[in-house]
């Protein structure tokens, strides 16, 4: 992987300032430590920069990269896994390569196909195009969005990079807080694109791209038309040797690299699977890495990882990270995140990826398996809500949930329920802070500001699956294109990239989604069995104890801290007379979760971690106290 930045002043008649570029990309060398590279145009006011993560074509691959007559550049972060086959069409038609690069690919696609061609790669990737010719700059993130591009357009300006730390490079750019996203924060504990807590600084929506013109002109579209379609003639018996074959295709092409691509191994299905197909087409030992804590908790996989380390013959290592280690990242973890993302499980990637770096570059990781595939609780609750809807609005469970008030699925259960309208059920799905909960939350100043996108955030993917048949479809639809992309995905990257390394998703390769996604529910979630046709189809491949193990994830003990020493030190963090938390919450509302969450008499783990890194991210990045309160 790599890091791009850049400038476009499109309307604005100032020069284009090269010391700038060259900051933003030396806040980003993390990303790229083993190169950097610029292209400047002082006609039209452009210049982009490139810090290089060597991976593919170590010697040819310097960006930014140009074709062949130097009217197309491009700065190009990612991999394109199918650049193969795209390379033998384009030489069919005539092109000639000078580099062994899939970058090359990109620029000399474009040229055959303009912004057509962006829906035919199989990648990860975010990248932008300089068409000199057109004098357009083009910006585009991949289907899932799995890498993340941000940028800010202003007083004819467009500024763009990886990470927005580098974009603040320019003293131009404002640091304000955006009261819409922060009301879409409380609701989904991270920011939907193109949201982030920033007013003006926006995220690309995945599958989609924008260009901006030198005259001003500018046009923000998708360019993969994808809408589902249920196939219901399907066997599960075909289903399941269709997906081997899919996977195993994923597995290969994602294996594709100069250098030792590794694994990232949890205690569950999806990453022993992943590792089962690598070790098989790998001549030498494939090096897994997990992460764990001390204690026999819920929360600790080490020994499940190890135990399908054996099984796979793998070169296997493990660290544990104590309740110090964990605290000493997160309270540092915001100008890296560079987004408040309320994920208990941060820390501990930042751990493992940190040991993985220290011997090699790529790692292969299960993200993505739950979303086209019903793989969280969630679905299974959201399943039965929509299918009893009627029946469950009329039971007394606002009632119930006051005896049983931790468990939280019921209490979401009973939310949920409440609502009569699809759209309105979806989001409540979701829903972290409800509206109620939001406005006991909110304080006077903060009430007057509060407008909310939620419904609409929502309702842009919501409206793409009317052909889908029931509600869940819809959900794993919307997730698999949100959720992933704004949430996990993004820590995913931020936390890796971080430490120079590299992380690919196979469950995510284009042919295997659009696969899962003209799957019937039943193939996904039977009964109770959650991403069933997975679990039925790698039985040939892997011991049943391994495939039906609890769903762990790189989970925290957060829970239990939250109900001991931590609850002290996160109370006087959130209540301290300095604090974000006073200037936009009710204190005494807050002071009331910590303390029925700390007695445990209901589970507000969620509210108060949302509202913490909230506190963390603000001290981060718009009171430039990256450290916070004396007390930690």
């Known amino acids: 992987m790599c890091g791009i930045a850049g400038i476009f002043n499109y309307k604005n008649t100032h020069s284009l300032n090269p010391s ?39 010697k040819l691959g310097k ?57 035919r790669l199989n990648g990860i990737f975010a990248f932008a195009i300089y068409d000199k010719n057109k004098r357009s ?9 799995v890498k993340p591009l941000y940028y800010w357009i202003r007083n004819g300006r467009v500024l763009f990079a990886s990470e927005m730390k580098a974009i603040f490079q320019d003293d131009s750019v404002e640091k304000e807080l955006d009261s819409e996203a922060l009301n879409s924060f409380l609701t989904f504990r991270y920011n939907p694109s193109p949201q982030t807590l920033f007013k003006h600084v926006k995220k690309l929506y995945p599958g989609h791209y924008l260009k901006i013109t030198f005259e001003g002109g500018w046009e923000m579209k ?79 996989e080490l020994h499940d990882a190890r135990s399908s380390a054996q099984f796979i013959e793998s070169e296997h290592h493990d660290i544990t990270i104590s309740y110090k280690d964990y605290l000493d990242f997160f309270y540092r973890s915001f100008s890296i ?15 493992v990826s940190k040991f993985a770096s220290n011997h090699l570059k790529v790692v292969l990781a299960g993200q993505g398996a739950d979303e086209p595939m019903a ?42 329920s409440q609502f009569s309208g699809e759209l309105e059920r979806i989001l409540a799905v979701y829903t972290i802070f409800t509206p109620v909960q939001q406005e006991l939350l909110y304080n006077d100043y903060t009430k007057s500001l509060n407008t909310s996108m939620d419904e609409e955030l929502i309702y842009r993917l919501y409206s793409q ?27 995913n990257d931020k936390v890796t990239m971080a430490n120079s390394l590299e992380m690919r998703v196979p469950f995510l390769d284009i042919e295997l989604v659009q696969f899962l996604e003209s799957l019937p529910r039943s193939l996904k979630l039977k009964g109770t069995q959650r991403k069933y046709i997975h679990k039925r189809a790698v039985e040939s491949w892997l011991p049943k104890e391994i495939i039906y193990r609890r769903k762990r994830g790189f989970m925290t003990p957060m829970d239990e801290w939250l109900q001991d020493d931590l609850a002290i030190t996160v109370k006087e963090i959130l209540m301290h007379k300095d604090s974000a938390c006073k200037r936009y919450f009710n204190l005494d509302y807050i002071n009331q979760l910590i303390e029925l969450h700390k007695s445990r008499r209901e589970n507000y783990q969620k509210h108060i971690f949302v509202l913490l890194s909230f506190e963390m991210w603000h001290k981060t990045f718009l009171e430039n106290n990256p450290i916070g309160v004396k007390c930690l």
């Open 20 to 58: 700038l570029l060259r900051r933003m990309c030396k806040t980003i060398a993390h990303r790229g430590p083993d190169d950097e590279g610029f292209y400047m145009n002082q006609r039209d006011r452009l210049g982009i920069g490139h810090r290089r993560l060597s991976i593919i074509d170590l």
């Open 63 to 119: 960006q930014p990269m140009s074709n062949f007559h130097e009217s197309i550049w491009i700065v190009f972060n990612g991999e394109i896994y199918n650049f193969i086959e795209l390379k033998k069409e384009l030489q069919a038609k005539g092109y000639r390569f000078r580099t062994t690069s899939d970058t090359e690919v990109i620029i000399l696609l474009y040229e055959e196909y303009g912004e057509k061609g962006f829906e």
């Open 137 to 145: 700059l083009i910006l585009v993130r991949d289907h899932f969005g």
């Open 222 to 300: 998708s360019y993969w038309e994808n809408i589902p379609k249920i196939n219901t003639r399907i066997t599960e018996n075909d289903a399941a040797e269709e997906y081997r074959r899919l996977l195993t295709n994923a597995v290969k092409r994602q294996m594709m690299s100069d250098v030792p691509v590794g694994l990232l191994l949890s205690g569950g299905v999806d990453s022993a699977v992943l590792g089962y197909l690598m070790q098989k087409n790998y001549s030498e030992k494939v090096k897994t890495f997990t992460v764990g804590f001390p204690g026999s908790g819920d929360y600790n």
């Open 337 to 351: 995140i560079e987004e408040p993302i309320a994920e208990t499980a941060i820390p501990a990637l930042y751990y």
């Open 375 to 416: 793989g969280y609780h969630r679905y299974l609750g959201a399943h039965f809500i929509s299918k009893y809807a009627d029946i469950l609005r009329n039971l007394p469970l606002t009632m119930i949930t006051k005896f049983l008030s931790r468990n939280e699925r019921l209490k979401r259960a009973a939310y949920v």
């Open 465 to 491: 699956t009317k052909e889908l048949p029931d509600m869940l479809s819809k959900i794993l639809y919307i997730d698999t294109r949100m959720s992933l992309s704004d949430d996990l995905l993004l820590f």
